[in-house]
């Protein structure tokens, strides 16, 4: 007790972020106004834009192709069978499902973290996250064979009084997923409301300010309004926290309530969750370098931004690899024999060999390098780091799928998997279909909230004045 | 500064500290002379493991939550640092009061037995299930966290006494592969000392489990620690009310996170429905211990997730306090819920159903016992060095807070004199 | 009887109706976030109760200082979520123990383990619903029309300026008392609103 501390005009530079480390330039209202709502209202259709956008929708027209057939022909053209009926399908479902958990990551937890770095990349993470869920949603549709029989899976008893089977985590997976794409459709949409009402009161073509108008739903910025509006979004947030991890648990439980060797293990939950949100920021990374580059927005989306990505990245990453480690520790320790096989002997050194060692490489030693300052900083490298992790995590996905069925427990029925084209082609053409969302949303909605921005510039002024002028309180007699 | 309430507490500590001890001492005694009579020894020692893990868990949670404080910064960091440090140096006495545990392992351990049912089933585990691995990898284990708490009050101390940012810069860089190392060290720790007490059973989310059981009780003892020294100067420039609801917030997140684990853990195994697994779970939810689960639900989530939603409650740090030591106790049944059904003599067996209740009467002997030890080191530690970082980063939050109590006071009383400087009209672009 | 009661076109032109000048409110333009809160206070004070500010952004104590108390969003929201909880755990107590009971793996018809998922997910949707409708119901929207928006330049309260409205209906109200009340807090400029 020999010290009093001092703390008067404290200040470091440290983890408190200043001006500019996550808002570049002087920004004032007016300027996060026009700057945002330029690139949608003002910039004329750019050449990379509309070469980008060719080749997204090109690939979007081999997705419907791919589906048409799929429909014609039924799901023999694809590669799953007898013993492996999971193949590209549920990979794929749980690929997408995973990008789309960062998306709510950053615009949820990150908002009750008070994390302000998220406010310039919540909106289109948000967005990823829908077009995310959409390109996942169709795996399963297609999976079943006759999709147009989807609707058996709503719970209501059929004509013979049969129900969904509530005890199977693939009726919870058609709630979780139905749930988590509403529920990420009207997060997000209530966040774009008072941006559509500024690209209405903005908009200087008639039919133009008429489509903005409508979404906008008369909203004039009223303080009462905002009052239940903040509360609504504080609410919405606390409620997708919960959901993302529960989305992702119940894709985990798809596996781990099932006794197959390698998919019976407690650890998958969690690790899936961490695994989900290490892909989803890799691929906000992945779409975040380059939208900012060529939309100019370098001030909003500042090199602090894509440090701070690189970190979750690092974080997640190696919860995974500790999820790989201590799942394969417990097949030896359990010393169940078919898990010892499949853990510890088929997958590194089976017939899939490579996949998993290429797994390992992406997502565990790759990741490594996330460590170092030098490496987080450096766009290129930061942005082929995100791609590598978004192939590792797909990796996974298959590595988990199909290793654990091509060999389970009676080696009479073991087999080998592998996708045809048409698995392929749907794969890419899900790419497709992403791609073309994502460039159209570019284009006709605000890609970074205004509102919020101008939030962000009002509370870092704010925090610059508490710095020069607040006092501590004097002490406290009881 | 100080007011004569702030100063009676602060000089309070070294009393605590030497009161603390001395009980701790005299129940120490009563346990060793307990674990003596072979009478009561197989009573004795499972509820000795019991109280060391919570203890444990406490001090280890110090050393890992300051280090995640370290990584991403928060202005409760400010507040509970130096407590979380303290704690982390308690890891010291508990590597010597461990010896109890390694000294009795033929109670709690059925595979260092020479003749035991359970021998059948682990033949397969002998490179892991060994008396020699297994008191290795605990004296490894302290040895890394030991070093790493070390390490941390140390650059902390240098970091008070400089304005230069080599140990701010050193303590960022050595928390992040610290913690690192620290989570896969106590994964297993938890697997050897609490796992193989049933040596057929495993799960791979338990070490995970634990460790967030074990930072609750850590957000907990912060809490109350905080609160016994908000009016203590410099503490009560930094225990504020927002703070106490950050650290209600965190309680509130490990709460949920706590429960998600056990419950993944519990329905997988349900689900599974495996031989080798499911024992487990009905050793523990037959009988008498089925009151013992009902309570967990209700008293370790439901009540304590209601009662930290409620922000009135987490910005007054006597209710919060209360909410926390409301947790301890239930965190306590919990950890008992997980040791003490484990001591069943037939392997696979589901006829456990019988509370031992000597063995439970001797549980609070036992948290006296390691508590007391530990409590004299945190104090002692903890008094010895400033209350507050005074060179942490975080500081740069704290200066928000006091405007924002500011701006509050402010529209409470409010003014009414027009004519305000602030009102000249400002010609703008437009 | 024909010449009492109004045609249709007498009835749509009544003067409620059309924009003749019948007044809505005074409207207030402000640069600051801060500078509307305090006008919005002292307004307050001086006994104006029928008013409202407009932002761009959410500005922290602005609706306090208008007198607003009751926000009703966060009660909806948990009653919400507890009645979708509550209906999915009865959903499938329902299907599964008296509507069509079917053992599966030997487990009781009611596995509440299983429950607990599609309960969750059910009590967060309805929460969602909830939420998103409530607040939009409170707030009057979605609107066609509001008479703020005649005010000039209002185009700005969703771009960078800040206003308060004392309306007319408030009974402390007078046009040019009332326009000079808001000139002395202030304003850059203030306009009429009319209907």
Same mark, same amino acid.
């Given at each position: 007790?020999?010290?009093?501390?001092?703390?008067?005009?404290?200040?470091?530079?440290?983890?408190?972020?200043?001006?500019?480390?996550?808002?570049? =330039?002087?920004?004032?209202?007016?300027?996060?106004?026009?700057?945002?709502?330029?690139?949608?209202?003002?910039?004329?259709? =750019?050449?990379?834009?509309?070469?980008?956008?060719?080749?997204?929708?090109?690939?979007?027209?081999?997705?419907?192709?791919?589906?048409?057939?799929?429909?014609?022909?039924?799901?023999?053209?694809?590669?799953?069978?007898?013993?492996?009926?999971?193949?590209?399908?549920?990979?794929?479902?749980?690929?997408?499902?995973?990008?789309?958990?960062?998306?709510?990551?950053?615009?949820?937890?990150?908002?009750?973290?008070?994390?302000?770095? /998220?406010?310039?990349?919540?909106?289109?993470?948000?967005?990823?996250?829908?077009?995310?869920?959409?390109?996942?949603?169709?795996?399963?549709?297609?999976?079943?064979?006759?999709?147009?029989?989807?609707?058996?899976?709503?719970?209501?008893?059929?004509?013979?009084?049969?129900?969904?089977?509530?005890?199977?985590?693939?009726?919870?997976?058609?709630?979780?997923?139905?749930?988590?794409?509403?529920?990420?459709?009207?997060?997000?949409?209530?966040?774009?409301?008072?941006?559509?009402?500024?690209?209405?009161?903005?908009?200087?073509?008639?039919?133009?300010?008429?489509?903005?108008?409508?979404?906008?739903?008369?909203?004039?910025?009223?303080?009462?309004?905002?009052?239940?509006?903040?509360?609504?979004?504080?609410?919405?947030?606390?409620?997708?926290?919960?959901?993302?991890?529960?989305?992702?648990?119940?894709?985990?439980?798809?596996?781990?309530?099932?006794?197959?060797?390698?998919?019976?293990?407690?650890?998958?939950?969690?690790?899936?969750?961490?695994?989900?949100?290490?892909?989803?920021?890799?691929?906000?990374?992945?779409?975040?370098?380059?939208?900012?580059?060529?939309?100019?927005?370098?001030?909003?989306?500042?090199?602090?931004?894509?440090?701070?990505?690189?970190?979750?990245?690092?974080?997640?990453?190696?919860?995974?690899?500790?999820?790989?480690?201590?799942?394969?520790?417990?097949?030896?320790?359990?010393?169940?024999?078919?898990?010892?096989?499949?853990?510890?002997?088929?997958?590194?050194? =089976?017939?899939?060999?490579?996949?998993?060692?290429?797994?390992?490489?992406?997502?565990?030693?790759?990741?490594?390098?996330?460590?170092?300052?030098?490496?987080?900083?450096?766009?290129?490298?930061?942005?082929?780091?995100?791609?590598?992790?978004?192939?590792?995590?797909?990796?996974?996905?298959?590595?988990?799928?199909?290793?654990?069925?091509?060999?389970?427990?009676?080696?009479?029925?073991?087999?080998?998997?592998?996708?045809?084209?048409?698995?392929?082609?749907?794969?890419?053409?899900?790419? =497709?279909?992403?791609?073309?969302?994502?460039?159209?949303?570019?284009?006709?909605?605000?890609?970074?909230?205004?509102?919020?921005?101008?939030?962000?510039?009002?509370?870092?002024?704010? /925090?610059?004045?508490?710095?020069?002028?607040?006092?501590?309180?004097?002490?406290?007699?009881? | 500064?100080?007011?004569?309430?702030?100063?009676?507490?602060?000089? !309070?500590?070294?009393?605590?500290?030497?009161?603390?001890?001395?009980?701790?001492?005299?129940?120490?005694?009563?346990?060793?002379?307990?674990?003596?009579?072979?009478?009561?020894?197989?009573?004795?020692?499972?509820?000795?493991?019991?109280?060391?893990?919570?203890?444990?868990?406490?001090?280890?949670?110090?050393?890992?939550?300051?280090?995640?404080?370290?990584?991403?910064?928060?202005?409760?960091?400010?507040?509970?640092?130096?407590?979380?440090?303290?704690?982390?140096?308690?890891? *010291?006495?508990?590597?010597?009061?461990?010896?109890?545990?390694?000294?009795?392992?033929?109670?709690?351990?059925?595979?260092?037995?020479?003749?035991?049912?359970?021998?059948?089933?682990?033949?397969?585990?002998?490179?892991?299930?060994?008396?020699?691995?297994?008191?290795?990898?605990?004296?490894?284990?302290? *040895?890394?966290?030991?070093?790493?708490?070390?390490?941390?009050?140390?650059?902390?101390?240098? !970091?008070?006494?400089?304005?230069?940012?080599?140990?701010?810069?050193?303590?960022?860089?050595?928390?992040?592969?610290?913690?690192?190392?620290?989570?896969?060290?106590?994964?297993?720790?938890?697997?050897?000392?609490?796992?193989?007490?049933?040596?057929?059973?495993?799960?791979?989310?338990?070490?995970?489990?634990?460790?967030?059981?074990?930072?609750?009780?850590?957000?907990?003892?912060?809490?109350?620690?905080?609160?016994?020294?908000?009016?203590?100067?410099?503490?009560?420039?930094?225990?504020?009310?927002?703070?106490?609801?950050?650290?209600?917030?965190?309680?509130?997140?490990?709460?949920?996170?706590?429960?998600?684990?056990?419950?993944?853990?519990?329905?997988?195994?349900?689900?599974?429905?495996?031989?080798?697994?499911? $024992?487990?779970?009905?050793?523990?939810?037959?009988? !008498?211990?089925?009151?013992?689960?009902?309570?967990?639900?209700?008293?370790?989530?439901?009540?304590?997730?209601?009662?930290?939603?409620?922000?009135?409650?987490?910005?007054?740090?006597?209710?919060?306090?209360?909410?926390?030591?409301?947790?301890?106790?239930?965190?306590?049944?919990?950890?008992?819920?997980?040791?003490? $059904?484990?001591?069943?003599?037939?392997?696979?067996?589901?006829?456990?159903?019988?509370?031992?209740?000597?063995?439970?009467?001797? *549980?609070?002997?036992?948290?006296?016992?390691?508590?007391?030890?530990?409590?004299?080191?945190?104090?002692?530690?903890?008094?010895?060095?400033?209350?507050?970082?005074?060179?942490?980063?975080?500081?740069?939050?704290?200066?928000?807070?006091?405007? !924002?109590?500011?701006?509050?006071?402010?529209?409470?009383?409010?003014?009414?004199?027009?004519?305000?400087?602030?009102?000249?009209?400002?010609?703008?672009?437009? | 009887?024909?010449?009492?009661?109004?045609?249709?076109?007498?009835?749509?032109?009544?003067?409620?109706?059309?924009?003749?000048?019948?007044?809505?409110?005074?409207?207030?333009?402000?640069?600051?976030?801060?500078?509307?809160?305090? #006008?919005?206070?002292?307004?307050?004070?001086?006994?104006?109760?029928?008013?409202?500010?407009? @932002?761009?952004?959410?500005?922290?104590?602005?609706?306090?200082?208008?007198?607003?108390?009751?926000?009703?969003?966060?009660?909806?929201?948990?009653?919400?979520?507890?009645?979708?909880?509550? @209906?999915?755990?009865?959903?499938?107590?329902?299907? @599964?123990?008296?509507?069509?009971?079917?053992?599966?793996?030997?487990?009781?018809?009611?596995?509440?383990?299983?429950?607990?998922?599609?309960?969750?997910?059910?009590?967060?949707?309805? #929460?969602?619903?909830? #939420?998103?409708?409530?607040?939009?119901?409170?707030?009057?929207?979605?609107?066609?029309?509001?008479?703020?928006?005649?005010?000039?330049?209002?185009?700005?309260?969703?771009?960078?300026?800040?206003?308060?409205?004392?309306?007319?209906?408030?009974?402390?109200?007078?046009?040019?008392?009332?326009?000079?009340?808001?000139?002395?807090?202030?304003?850059?400029?203030?306009?009429?609103?009319?209907?």
């Amino acid at each position: 007790m020999a010290q009093v501390v001092s703390t008067h005009g404290h200040s470091h530079e440290g983890n408190g972020h200043s001006h500019s480390e996550i808002l570049g =330039g002087h920004q004032s209202y007016t300027t996060v106004t026009d700057t945002i709502s330029d690139v949608v209202l003002k910039r004329p259709l =750019g050449k990379a834009w509309l070469f980008g956008f060719a080749i997204a929708f090109a690939l979007l027209m081999m997705f419907l192709f791919a589906i048409t057939n799929l429909l014609v022909r039924g799901i023999g053209i694809w590669g799953v069978n007898i013993p492996v009926g999971w193949g590209f399908d549920i990979v794929n479902f749980v690929w997408w499902i995973g990008i789309g958990h960062a998306g709510t990551l950053i615009s949820a937890i990150l908002l009750l973290l008070k994390q302000d770095w /998220r406010t310039s990349i919540n909106r289109f993470a948000e967005a990823m996250t829908l077009f995310a869920v959409a390109c996942a949603g169709l795996y399963p549709l297609m999976h079943m064979g006759r999709p147009w029989l989807f609707y058996w899976l709503a719970p209501m008893p059929n004509t013979m009084a049969l129900w969904p089977q509530f005890r199977s985590p693939l009726v919870f997976d058609v709630f979780a997923v139905s749930t988590y794409a509403t529920v990420s459709l009207l997060f997000w949409y209530v966040g774009l409301i008072p941006d559509l009402a500024t690209l209405r009161d903005r908009a200087t073509n008639p039919i133009v300010k008429k489509l903005y108008a409508i979404p906008a739903l008369g909203w004039r910025g009223s303080a009462i309004h905002w009052h239940r509006y903040r509360t609504a979004y504080l609410l919405l947030a606390g409620i997708a926290t919960p959901l993302v991890v529960s989305v992702h648990t119940i894709v985990a439980l798809d596996f781990t309530t099932g006794i197959i060797p390698g998919w019976h293990t407690t650890v998958f939950p969690p690790y899936f969750v961490a695994g989900a949100i290490f892909s989803g920021f890799a691929m906000v990374a992945t779409l975040a370098i380059p939208l900012r580059s060529y939309f100019g927005l370098k001030d909003y989306i500042t090199d602090k931004h894509l440090d701070n990505m690189a970190k979750v990245m690092l974080v997640t990453g190696l919860i995974v690899t500790y999820g790989y480690m201590i799942e394969g520790f417990m097949a030896w320790y359990g010393a169940n024999t078919y898990e010892r096989y499949q853990m510890l002997v088929d997958r590194p050194f =089976g017939a899939y060999k490579h996949d998993w060692w290429l797994l390992i490489l992406c997502n565990c030693v790759m990741t490594q390098l996330l460590w170092f300052k030098s490496i987080r900083n450096n766009v290129i490298l930061l942005w082929l780091i995100s791609i590598v992790i978004n192939v590792g995590m797909w990796l996974e996905r298959y590595v988990i799928v199909v290793l654990s069925l091509h060999s389970d427990f009676l080696p009479s029925s073991w087999g080998m998997y592998h996708g045809t084209v048409w698995d392929y082609m749907t794969f890419y053409g899900s790419i =497709g279909l992403f791609m073309t969302l994502m460039f159209l949303f570019v284009r006709v909605l605000p890609a970074i909230s205004i509102a919020e921005m101008r939030e962000l510039v009002h509370e870092l002024h704010e /925090r610059d004045e508490a710095k020069t002028h607040a006092t501590p309180p004097a002490a406290r007699t009881v | 500064m100080s007011n004569p309430v702030s100063s009676a507490r602060a000089t !309070q500590l070294p009393h605590l500290a030497r009161l603390a001890g001395i009980a701790g001492l005299g129940a120490l005694v009563g346990c060793i002379l307990l674990m003596l009579i072979p009478s009561t020894r197989g009573s004795m020692l499972p509820a000795y493991l019991v109280g060391y893990t919570f203890w444990f868990g406490i001090a280890l949670g110090g050393l890992m939550l300051s280090m995640v404080h370290l990584l991403t910064g928060g202005a409760w960091g400010i507040l509970v640092r130096r407590p979380l440090e303290a704690a982390s140096l308690a890891l *010291i006495p508990l590597a010597i009061l461990i010896v109890p545990i390694f000294v009795g392992h033929q109670v709690l351990y059925p595979w260092t037995r020479a003749a035991d049912p359970y021998l059948d089933l682990i033949h397969e585990k002998t490179a892991y299930l060994n008396l020699s691995g297994f008191i290795l990898r605990t004296v490894i284990f302290f *040895i890394i966290w030991i070093t790493l708490a070390v390490l941390l009050n140390v650059a902390s101390i240098r !970091q008070d006494k400089t304005t230069s940012h080599a140990p701010t810069r050193w303590l960022a860089l050595m928390s992040g592969p610290g913690l690192a190392l620290a989570f896969l060290t106590a994964t297993f720790a938890a697997v050897d000392w609490l796992m193989t007490m049933e040596p057929d059973w495993y799960s791979s989310i338990y070490g995970a489990m634990l460790m967030v059981g074990w930072g609750l009780c850590t957000w907990c003892m912060m809490v109350l620690i905080s609160t016994f020294l908000r009016d203590v100067s410099p503490v009560d420039q930094v225990a504020r009310p927002r703070i106490f609801n950050d650290l209600g917030n965190l309680m509130l997140a490990f709460v949920i996170l706590y429960a998600y684990t056990s419950f993944i853990q519990f329905f997988i195994i349900w689900a599974g429905n495996l031989t080798e697994e499911i $024992p487990w779970y009905l050793r523990r939810t037959r009988g !008498q211990w089925w009151y013992v689960m009902t309570a967990l639900i209700i008293f370790h989530f439901f009540v304590p997730l209601f009662l930290l939603l409620m922000r009135g409650l987490k910005r007054r740090p006597e209710r919060l306090s209360l909410i926390a030591i409301g947790l301890l106790t239930i965190h306590l049944v919990d950890l008992t819920w997980l040791i003490v $059904p484990a001591r069943v003599r037939e392997p696979l067996s589901i006829t456990a159903t019988e509370i031992p209740w000597f063995t439970i009467i001797l *549980i609070p002997l036992a948290v006296v016992a390691i508590g007391g030890i530990c409590l004299a080191t945190f104090l002692t530690v903890l008094r010895s060095k400033p209350l507050l970082p005074v060179n942490d980063p975080s500081w740069d939050r704290i200066p928000a807070i006091w405007h !924002q109590e500011e701006m509050e006071r402010e529209f409470d009383d409010d003014d009414l004199d027009l004519g305000d400087a602030h009102f000249s009209p400002i010609v703008t672009g437009r | 009887m024909s010449d009492t009661a109004p045609t249709f076109a007498e009835s749509v032109h009544t003067p409620s109706r059309v924009s003749t000048g019948e007044v809505y409110g005074l409207m207030a333009e402000f640069i600051e976030p801060d500078h509307v809160v305090r #006008a919005a206070r002292r307004a307050y004070r001086a006994g104006f109760r029928k008013m409202d500010g407009y @932002s761009p952004l959410p500005v922290v104590g602005l609706a306090e200082a208008i007198g607003f108390k009751k926000n009703r969003v966060a009660t909806i929201v948990l009653l919400g979520g507890v009645t979708g909880a509550c @209906s999915g755990m009865f959903m499938q107590w329902f299907a @599964s123990t008296v509507h069509y009971p079917l053992i599966i793996a030997g487990r009781p018809y009611a596995s509440w383990p299983s429950f607990v998922p599609i309960t969750f997910e059910l009590g967060i949707l309805f #929460a969602a619903f909830s #939420a998103v409708f409530g607040m939009l119901a409170l707030n009057g929207l979605p609107r066609l029309y509001h008479p703020v928006f005649n005010a000039p330049g209002f185009d700005l309260a969703s771009q960078d300026r800040f206003f308060l409205c004392i309306e007319a209906t408030d009974p402390k109200f007078h046009l040019t008392q009332t326009r000079e009340f808001l000139e002395s807090l202030g304003a850059r400029t203030v306009s009429v609103v009319e209907h």
